[in-house]
């Protein structure tokens, strides 16, 4: 069984481990900064060409992601919302009630004095833009449809074996051994390095199904996300940009339907059915609903490593933290990790080269790594108990407490200065 190692000359390396929006993202932040990595990631990727028609294959069928203000400016400070803007639908309000209830709220972007709350995007075309950024990259090696069988660590750095998908059983399958003195875990909520690792989890199944995709509807959303709370769990609209079909323009929106884990087949597999049921949760407020592409299916639970900080290993996204989908906070605060780890690395290197040292620097060091951790705390226990609560509240059948709710929303939507801060939560300015 050959053996390929991998060892740069330099400590400016760091291993991803992952290559979804997160693991791409923290590799752009990375090279934005000068430091190298080599990214890993189960799936090949399919080759795209810059120039490749990007219509997709029928406009009802994707998955979308809700880009928090943040978020925004996280890939304007790379440079990469210039190529990705062009395919996103502002937020400029949203309204929120609960399902057969008096209680409403709305956030306007203009009372707010913002330029909007977010973008909504097409999964493939957030990931397709990073993905052709990761391949020009001089600062990023890629390398897909390669598993990673183990990872080892010493008191220097960190060491992981990896082989070709298909290959690990074979005699003929060529071990590649890559070092650096820091790896990032970005595997996704069933992290196979966090098992690795040994760290635990703490799990809660809400017992829930996540029914996700995209929906045609006779009203313009004018640029209105649209929140209702059930029994059953958080529904929400989104808006996406509209398309001409047939010489026709297409209102069309992103939808996130939550029901009880069991019912969601009659949902997947009969659109009468499933248009009929959003008409019946959102009303007049989207207009008629026409047509539904496509939709997937997702069990929803919360997934939360005990530790994300093992040595010289650091775990990042689902493989720390996987939340409830309510008011799309999970991606935007993985970002806003990403985000935070890179400027500290980055400040490494950069106080490195700024005093001409021609030691050695350490990516890895164990104090620094803590402090990462530590310093994302907050924001992550913020964004987990608001995700809890929201949920928790709006599930609870008793009258009493749904009264309050609904009290709740009429003066959410009145009492002066309340807004402003729930909006800069949302928008993932405050951590």
Known sequence: MPITPIKPNTQNHVIIIGGGHVGLSFALLLAYRGIYSTLIETVSYPAIAPDQDTKRQHYLDSRNTALSRRSVQIYQEIKLWQHLENHACRIDGVLISELG????????????????????????????????????SEFI????????????????SVTVRACKVGQQTTDNCNVSLIEAPLAVACDGQNSPIRQLLGVKTKVHDYCQVGIVGVVQTDKPHQHLAIEKFSSAGPLAL???????????QSHRRSVVFICPKGEEQRYLQDDEHFLAT??????????????????GAYPLSKVLATRQVVGRCVLMGNAAHTLHPVAGQGFNLCLRDAHALANMLGDVLKTHSE????GRFDFGDQSRLLAYEVARQKDQKRVVHFCDTVVGSFTNPNPVMKFARNVGLIAFDKIPGIKP??????MGLKS
């Open 101 to 136: 209830s008096f209680g409403r709220a709305t956030l306007d972007k203009n009372a707010e004095g913002v330029e909007s709350f977010g973008f909504v995007m097409e999964n493939a075309w957030l990931g397709r833009q990073l993905l052709q950024s990761v391949r020009a």
């Open 141 to 156: 090696t890629l390398l897909d449809g390669t598993q990673v069988t183990d990872i080892a660590q010493d008191n220097t």
């Open 238 to 248: 989104l808006p996406l940009l509209d398309e001409m079909v047939d010489d026709h």
């Open 278 to 295: 959003l008409q019946s949760v959102f009303g007049d407020d989207a207009g008629t609903f026409i047509k539904a592409g496509r939709r």
């Open 355 to 358: 005093q001409g040292r021609m």
């Open 421 to 426: 801060l729930v909006a800069s939560y949302a």
